[in-house]
């Protein structure tokens, strides 16, 4: 696995104690290092990798830790390492399709204090915020943020209102986003490219800690929200010059049982036309929980297909964490 940790952001750039206004040595320390393993059979192996490494943020005095959900789904291993070099292992205890977060419990005492969650709803466009990863203040920034909007991945994934914050950075999965009272608004997702007035900005995007205090309950009861699981077709659709192109298919998922092909040109979702990818979801999702019948329209070359695409629940393909 890669070492991630001999980097540093310049000086200039680093929060510094003295001049925010929170205890900014409590706030690095509550961000730790998480580190994967994903057996080679694993559903996401081939496209998110067999070793994952990012940051966890922790949440509650029990040492829960909060963090995007990618670096653990599938895990049948996981480390967590503190800013003072302790070692633990940790249990993958949930990933939220819907949000894209991940909890993670530590199965030794990591003695770290949590970083309390604050509201991405007070913070605005412009606004200065902190990204704090593992490793101490080398590994923060000061930032702000220069968009908010709905944010839609091709792996059928939406937000309604996720954070874009720069200056970007690769190393941000998992990591926290902070307000300026030192509060926890946000978790690292992607590095991302967002138009700006016109102009090309890259950016990291953010998740809103808001989306976590509703399902947090849920998700420690059961490892699962109570609502019942979206629609999942396995169909990667990419937005490309205003039509919506199927890039790829998860192997064995139900677009590809149906007769979806790579290339197709997605028109209308039972009849009705669809002109992004939050249109072609929001589109599927109304017509009903995971096993529900998807009429699909394509254009494939010059003709017109129709398929009739019987959703899943994207959880019954990845392996399950194992108790420990």
């Not at 200039?12 to 320390?29: I, K, T, W, Y």
């Not at 694993?42 to 830790?65: P, Q």
């Not at 530590?106 to 990863?133: C, E, F």
Request: negative net charge; charged residues 20%.
């Amino acid at each position: 696995m890669a070492d991630t940790t001999h980097w540093s952001f310049p000086a200039p750039l680093q929060p510094v104690a003295a001049e925010v206004g929170f205890d900014l040595a409590h706030a690095l320390d509550a961000v730790v290092r998480l580190s994967s393993r994903v057996p080679d059979d694993g559903f996401t192996a081939a496209s998110l990798g067999t070793e994952r490494e990012g940051n966890g943020v922790v949440i509650r005095d029990d040492g829960l830790i909060v963090t995007i959900g990618y670096l653990i789904t599938e895990a049948d291993a996981i480390w967590i390492t503190t800013n003072d070099g302790r070692v633990v292992q940790g249990h993958p205890l949930a990933y939220d399709f819907t949000t894209g977060m991940g909890l993670v419990l530590p199965l030794g005492r990591l003695g770290i204090a949590p970083l309390t969650m604050g509201s991405a709803a007070k913070v605005g466009v412009d606004d200065d915020v902190y990204v704090i990863g593992h490793g101490g203040r080398a590994h923060a920034l000061k930032a702000s943020v220069f968009a908010r909007r709905e944010f839609a991945g091709y792996w059928e994934y939406l937000l309604d209102d996720a954070l874009f914050v720069s200056p970007p950075h690769p190393q941000w999965g998992g990591s926290a986003l902070v307000d300026q009272e030192g509060f926890l608004i946000g978790i690292g997702s992607l590095l991302v490219e967002e138009v700006v007035d016109g102009n090309r900005v890259q950016g990291n995007m953010f998740v809103p800690i808001d989306l976590l205090e509703p399902i947090l309950e849920d998700l420690l009861r059961t490892g699962r929200t109570a609502n019942p699981p979206r629609p999942w077709m396995g169909m990667y659709v990419t937005d490309a010059q205003g039509q919506l192109v199927v890039a790829g298919l998860a192997r064995s998922g139900p677009a590809e049982r149906a007769g979806v092909m790579v290339g197709d040109r997605v028109v209308d979702v039972a009849g009705e036309r669809v002109h992004s990818l939050a249109d072609l979801f929001r589109a599927v999702w109304r017509l009903g929980p995971a096993g529900v019948e998807v009429p699909l329209a394509f254009r494939r070359e010059d003709a017109m297909v129709r398929v009739r695409l019987i959703s899943a629940d994207r959880s019954d393909f990845l392996k399950k964490p194992l108790l420990h």
